[in-house]
C-alpha cells in the first residue's frame, strides 16, 4: 500500500512538516515495494483552501494512508470521502514514521482542527 | 442646551461621503456616528459587516431585517462525469472530487466558474444565506447595519445590498461607515462616495495604514481629506504625512478622556457634549464646502 507524509525535505532523513496543507512536500512510499517519491504540493502557495488541495492530491497519487502531525477538518473530509486513512506521526524522521508505520505503532489522527479562517466547528 | 449653528440649514442634502482608515480602532465610527448626529437628518450605513459597531451608539428602533444571499454551486451526482475540470478551474480550493465532487461552501467565493464550465451541466446555483441588513431608525437618522455570518468568504454581496440606491434617500446626507483596511470589500463601499474622510492616528504605524487608504482613493480619483485623531501635543506623523504630500486636513480630534469616556459608554459625543457638538460641526461643514466646491462629483 501507498502512505503519504507531508515533509520538510526530499530525503528519507527528512522532519516531518508541521502543516499538512502547507507542506512544501509529500513522501509517497509504497510499504510493499519499499519505492519513495517525493511530490512537490502545489497547494502550498495557495490564498486558501490548501488543505482541500492538498488532499486532493493524496487522493490522486493512490495514497491509502496519511502520516500527519495535524490535519485540518475540511482536508479530512475529503480523505474520509475517499477512505484514506489519517495516522499521527511521531517524533523522529520520515524513516521513524514509515517504520513506526509498518510496525504497527502508529495511531488514528482523531482530533482535526478547526480551518484558519473562521470555519465553523458544528 | 444644544448648540446648533445657523449654517447647519445649508448642509448638502444629498452627498455620500465615505470614512476609512488603514486599520481598525483609528475612528471611523466615531467619525461617522458623529457626522451623522451632526447632521438635521442622515443616512448611516454600517458597511464594516465582519464587526458593525455604529448600531451600539445609535440603539436605533424599528428594526427590520433582511437577509443577503449569494449562489454556490449544487451537484447533481448523476450527471456529474467525475471530470474535475471544476476542480482544477476553481482558484479557492472549493471542490473536491473523490468518488463524488465534494462543495466546501464556506470556502466558495460565488465566482460561479464551476458552474460555467461543467461539460455535463452536473452544476446548478443555489442560495446560501451568508449574513443580513437590518434597518431602523435612532432620531433623525436612519441606520443600516450589515452583519455577515461568521467564517464566509466574504462581505461584499452584503455591502452591495446595503448600498442599494434605495437605501440613500434623496434628501438625506449618506455617511459610510467603511471596514478597515484597503481591500474588496472596502473598495465596494467607497466607489458611490463623493468624497472620502481618511481617519488617521498621530503614530508612524498610523502614517503606513493611512497611507494605504491614501493610494487607494487617489487610484479611485475620490476627491478626499483627513481627520486627524488622538491628537497630542508635540510632533504628529500623520500631520506631517498630509503636510508632505498636499492633503486636505479637514479636522482635527484630541486625545481626550471626556470624548474617551463617552464612546466607551456607547454614547454619541455629539448628543452629550457641547465641545464635541462644535467639533463634529464644524467637521460636517469643512466637509460639506468641500463636496460642494469639488463640483464634478
Same mark, same amino acid.
Given at each position: ?6 515533509? !520538510? ?10 502543516? =499538512? ?8 512510499? !509504497? ?18 483552501? &490548501?488543505?482541500?488541495?492538498? &488532499? %486532493? ?7 491509502? &494512508? ?6 485540518? %477538518? ?16 511521531? &517524533? ?19 482530533? =482535526?482542527?478547526?480551518? =484558519? ?6 | @442646551? ?5 449654517? @447647519? ?5 444629498? @452627498?455620500?461621503?465615505?470614512?476609512l482608515s488603514?486599520?481598525g480602532?483609528?475612528?471611523k ?17 454600517d458597511c464594516d459587516v465582519e464587526e458593525p ?18 449562489? $454556490? ?35 466558495? #467565493? ?19 444565506? $451568508? ?8 432620531? /433623525? ?5 450589515g452583519?455577515m /455570518? ?5 462581505g461584499v454581496? $452584503?455591502i452591495?445590498?446595503?448600498? *442599494? ?11 459610510i461607515d467603511c471596514p478597515p483596511g484597503s481591500a474588496c470589500i472596502v473598495m465596494e463601499s ?17 502614517? #503606513? ?29 500623520? *500631520? ?8 486636505? $486636513? ?12 463617552? /464612546?466607551?459608554?456607547? *454614547?454619541?459625543?455629539?448628543? *452629550? ?25
Open positions: 500500500m501507498k502512505i503519504a507524509i507531508p515533509v !520538510d525535505n526530499k530525503t528519507l532523513d527528512t522532519n516531518i512538516c508541521a502543516s =499538512f496543507g502547507r507542506a512544501p512536500y509529500f513522501l509517497v512510499y !509504497d510499504t510493499e515495494t519499499k519505492e519513495s517519491a517525493f511530490i512537490e504540493n502545489t497547494a502550498a502557495t495557495s490564498p486558501g483552501g &490548501a488543505g482541500i488541495k492538498a &488532499a %486532493q492530491m493524496i487522493v490522486d497519487n493512490k495514497a491509502a &494512508a496519511l502520516l500527519t502531525p495535524r490535519c485540518g %477538518q475540511n482536508a479530512a473530509d475529503v480523505l474520509n470521502a475517499a477512505g484514506i486513512k489519517i495516522y499521527k506521526t511521531i &517524533a523522529g524522521s520520515a524513516q521513524d514514521n514509515i517504520d513506526a508505520f509498518t510496525d504497527g505503532k502508529l495511531s488514528l489522527l482523531d482530533d =482535526f482542527h478547526a480551518g =484558519f479562517h473562521g470555519r465553523r466547528s458544528n | @442646551m444644544i448648540f446648533t449653528p445657523a449654517f @447647519m440649514a445649508a448642509e448638502a442634502t444629498d @452627498m455620500k461621503i465615505a470614512v488603514g486599520k480602532g483609528t475612528g465610527t466615531l467619525v461617522t456616528v458623529n457626522l451623522a448626529a451632526a447632521a438635521k437628518t442622515a443616512t448611516y450605513i459597531n455604529g448600531h451600539l451608539f445609535f440603539k436605533p428602533e424599528g428594526i427590520t431585517e433582511e437577509k443577503v444571499t449569494v449562489k $454556490i454551486p449544487m451537484a447533481d451526482e448523476e450527471l456529474c462525469s467525475g471530470c474535475r475540470k471544476c476542480v482544477n478551474f476553481c482558484k479557492f480550493n472549493a471542490l473536491a472530487y473523490t468518488n463524488k465532487l465534494i462543495v466546501f461552501d464556506e470556502i466558495c #467565493h460565488s465566482c460561479g466558474g464551476c458552474i460555467l464550465i461543467c461539460p455535463e451541466k452536473a452544476l446548478t446555483e443555489k442560495d446560501k444565506v $451568508i449574513g443580513t441588513v437590518q434597518k431602523g431608525t435612532s432620531g /433623525n437618522v436612519s441606520v443600516y447595519t452583519i /455570518n461568521v467564517g464566509e468568504a466574504s454581496p $452584503i452591495k445590498k446595503l448600498l *442599494e440606491p434605495e437605501n440613500q434617500e434623496a434628501d438625506k446626507m449618506t455617511v467607497i466607489k458611490d462616495a463623493d468624497y472620502c474622510i481618511l481617519v488617521a492616528e498621530p503614530t508612524l504605524f498610523g502614517v #503606513h495604514n493611512l497611507n494605504m487608504v491614501y493610494e487607494l482613493v487617489t487610484l479611485f480619483k475620490k476627491p478626499f481629506g483627513v481627520v486627524l485623531n488622538k491628537c497630542l501635543d508635540g510632533k504628529n506623523p500623520a *500631520e506631517t504625512f498630509c503636510i508632505e504630500n498636499n492633503i486636505k $486636513i479637514l479636522g482635527r480630534i484630541p486625545f481626550d478622556n471626556e470624548l474617551g469616556t463617552l /464612546n466607551s459608554n456607547a *454614547e454619541i459625543a455629539v448628543n *452629550e457634549s457641547e465641545k464635541y457638538r462644535e467639533l463634529f460641526s464644524v467637521l460636517l461643514q469643512t466637509v460639506t464646502k468641500e463636496v460642494q466646491s469639488c463640483g464634478s462629483c
